[in-house]
T-cell receptor
Framework: SAVISQKPSRDICQRGTSLTIQCQVD?????MFWYRQQPGQSLTLIAT?????????ESGFVIDKFPISRPNLTFSTLTVSNMSPEDSSIYLC????????????FGAGSRLTVL | QQQVKQSPQSLIVQKGGISIINCAYE??????FPWYQQFPGKGPALLIA?????SEKKEGRFTISFNKSAKQFSLHIMDSQPGDSATYFC??????????FGSGTKLNVKP
């Protein structure tokens, strides 16, 4: 399965600032996703990152708040804009490779704390 | 609408016992049901998965039981070990397009 590197692994941010999280995969993948996991909670899909086009956002998530880029088949970024304490969460990059293995693989996550 | 419902929220089992986590799904189009295991500070990792045309799948101490008519499936961990202490998520998907996760079960295996 794919190996995912996510940066930063954790950060403490000030209210009103923005932070960009990077996701690098060791091989080309078919689909890349961004999830949010609030403390002790389940995994909520933010959006599907589409290569070369705008991301597809889930209900409750908007591009102005969570702009996403995916310039190629191995890299994506998620920006959390104008952060508030409610954005404190773990953000997870995940990928799926159409290789027959049918495994949705997750990165280790980026833990953001907004003060 | 929550597509996959998971219970219990937390579970305490003695070492050597059987851990059972249950999930129910709404969408009959789901064609793949994975279970993920997550340790603190790590991302979820695939543990075992099943397709709806199979009633049971076993890998080592981990077994998925699947009841298509009831739209339910469960994870059984036999001979539970302290190293199995983690949070477990069930999920459902169709065509691997979008994965819908349950709310998670925090398992604590007492030595």
């Amino acid at each position: 399965s794919a190996v995912i590197s996510q940066k930063p692994s954790r950060d403490i941010c000030q209210r009103g600032t923005s932070l960009t999280i990077q996701c690098q995969v060791d091989s080309q993948v078919t689909m890349m996703f961004w999830y949010r996991q609030q403390p002790g909670q389940s995994l909520t899909l933010i959006a599907t990152a589409n290569q070369g086009s705008e991301a597809t956002y889930e209900s409750g998530f908007v591009i102005d708040k969570f702009p996403i880029s995916r310039p190629n088949l191995t890299f994506s970024t998620l920006t959390v804009s104008n952060m508030s304490p409610e954005d404190s969460s773990i953000y997870l990059c995940s990928v799926w490779k159409d290789s027959g293995a049918n495994v949705l693989t997750f990165g280790a996550g980026s833990r953001l704390t907004v003060l | 609408q929550q597509q996959v419902k998971q219970s219990p929220q937390s579970l305490i089992v003695q070492k050597g016992g059987i851990s059972i986590i249950n999930c129910a799904y709404e969408n009959t189009a789901f064609d793949y049901f994975p279970w993920y295991q997550q340790f603190p500070g790590k991302g979820p990792a695939l543990l075992i998965a099943i397709r709806p045309d199979v009633s049971e799948k076993k890998e080592g101490r981990f077994t998925i039981s699947f009841n298509k008519s009831a739209k339910q499936f469960s994870l059984h961990i036999m001979d539970s070990q302290p190293g199995d202490s983690a949070t477990y998520f069930c999920a459902g998907t169709y065509n691997f397009n979008k994965f819908y996760f349950g709310s998670g079960t925090k398992l604590n295996v007492k030595p």
